[in-house]
């Protein structure tokens, strides 16, 4: 099977609180072919455990993590755009993270890893961008946490983008979010394999990602949603005292099950915590109250869901208020979708229609 990750280099790239990486990479995939002009590029940040792999390149691959949404004929239309995804700096999944081997010690870095913020994930990814001779991309397109990284993309970088999809994310944290996130982090380090980062695939802090994942689950989806799928009248007897009674709670058991070993506990707390750092509001002008003055966007599409709990609609709407009066045409739709935060993965012919509509419209 042919690979479609490319690796970009990382030399003495210099972190947003101090610290610098010297020999590390970004793993990327592309779709899509780039045009003479150059000017048909979209990227796309990820969320917090997503990967490069946005979909799959050929009939032999597997599917990726928005299968529905990218390649041919599709909402973002690989025959007409040149599509790039990254796996975020700090992650486990390609590119440059705490579990990397550190050139200095050639053991993992662990928390010798610098400080990680969303600011540094949107830099190492334009960078790399940059690096295929792209000056200006066409779209910015960020669910989530890449979200968040899209507002930190623009803002360090004005004129980086035509235009931006910006999906189930805000200017910053609410202290619900912050608080979920904290106590997924609390969970992991407090595992006693978690063992001050010293942990082995032996010794792995199960528990504590079971947890973590859990928590999270109960903020990326809904309770009406739950409601509807896991009615009473399915309730079975335990095996054991205290055993798993109830659907939801095998719901949540599989889902934590199946997350255990698919992501590196310390970067996931690594990532967590930048989440709960970005504020949007930093990056204020002088007396000026809006952050996206002097942003160079022609239009934007904000998106959200009626029932995400994690980023509620009042986030979108301040962050489609704020760009509108940047001087940003944008459009904001907030969709009546069950699914919570994750209505974005799920919600398949509501967000592809609207995402086709919008790229169709600035193409």
């Known amino acids: 099977m042919a690979s479609h990750l490319n690796l970009y280099k990382l030399n003495h790239f210099s972190m947003r609180h101090g610290g610098e990486l010297n020999g590390a990479i970004l793993a990327y995939e592309t779709w899509g072919q780039l ?16 990967d490069s792999h946005a979909a799959c390149h050929d009939q032999h691959d597997t599917a990726g993590w928005w299968e529905y949404m990218l390649g041919a004929d599709k909402a973002i239309d690989s025959n007409k755009w040149f599509v790039i995804c990254a ?3 700090g992650s486990c999944k390609g590119s440059t993270g705490p579990c990397s081997t550190s050139p200095q010690t050639n053991l993992p870095y662990k928390f010798t890893f610098p400080d990680l913020t969303l600011e540094d994930i949107a830099n190492s990814s334009f960078a ?19 979200g968040m990284t899209a507002l930190a993309l623009i803002l360090q970088h004005p004129n980086a983008s035509r235009h ?13 979010s912050t608080a979920i996130r904290s106590l997924q982090r609390e969970a992991i380090l407090k595992d006693v394999n978690f063992n001050n980062g010293n942990y082995s695939s032996d010794q792995w802090p199960t528990e504590g990602m079971k947890q973590a994942r859990k928590l999270g689950m109960l903020s990326y989806r809904s309770a009406q949603e739950w409601k509807e799928r896991f009615p009473r009248s399915l309730r079975q007897r335990p095996h054991k ?7 939801v709670e095998g719901y949540l058991e599989h889902h934590a099950e199946k997350f255990v070993h698919q992501f590196d506990p310390i970067s996931y707390i690594y990532l967590s915590r930048a989440m709960d750092w970005f504020d949007a509001y930093d990056y204020k002008h002088n007396s000026e109250i809006n952050p996206f003055i002097g942003v160079e966007l022609e239009s934007a599409l904000i998106m959200g ?23 940003c045409q944008t459009q904001l739709n907030i969709t009546d979708s069950i699914q919570g935060h994750d209505s974005f993965l799920v919600d398949m012919e509501t967000y ?11 193409k």
């Open 241 to 247: 005292p205290f055993g798993i009674e109830f659907p």
């Open 87 to 89: 796996s975020s700096l």
């Open 35 to 50: 045009n003479t002009n150059k000017d048909n590029a979209i990227l796309i940040l990820t969320g917090l455990s997503a």
């Open 164 to 176: 931006m999809i910006n999906i189930a994310s805000g200017c910053h944290s609410e202290p619900f």
């Open 128 to 146: 790399m961008v940059q690096s295929l001779g792209i000056e200006k991309l066409a779209c910015i397109i960020g669910p989530s946490m890449g």
């Open 305 to 327: 869901a009626q029932s995400d709990i994690l980023f509620p609609q009042a986030q979108q709407q301040e962050m489609a208020g704020l760009l509108n009066a940047a001087g």
């Open 352 to 362: 592809s229609a609207i995402i086709r509509n919008y790229l169709d419209e600035i």
